[in-house]
């Protein structure tokens, strides 16, 4: 389902797929149930949804490492450091 220019879902299994992208919308359904890599697999995700309570009404998880590892984010990182201490 397409709505507005840049916003793009489907339901997967019991998910839903959000994408900015229907090229990544498209990827993402494809590599459903093909054992590829998947999100599911992440540690990350896993420590994140235990600190959710037993039975959240929703869910939501961004992974912000990338944009931590970035140069804006190390720069970024570096100057709160010093404005904090």
Do not use: C
Not at 8 to 17: C, E, I, N, S
Not at 39 to 62: G, H, V, Y
């Amino acid at each position: 389902m397409q709505i507005g220019k840049n916003f793009f879902a489907a339901v997967a299994g019991t998910a839903l797929v959000i994408s900015n992208k229907k090229e990544v919308l498209k990827l993402a359904l494809d590599m459903q149930g093909k054992g590829g890599k998947s999100l599911a697999n992440s540690a990350a995700l896993a420590e994140a949804a235990r600190a959710l309570p037993e039975a959240p009404l929703a869910k939501l998880w961004i992974n912000l490492e990338p944009a931590h590892q970035s140069l804006v984010g190390k720069l970024y990182t570096r100057h709160r450091a010093k404005f904090l201490s």
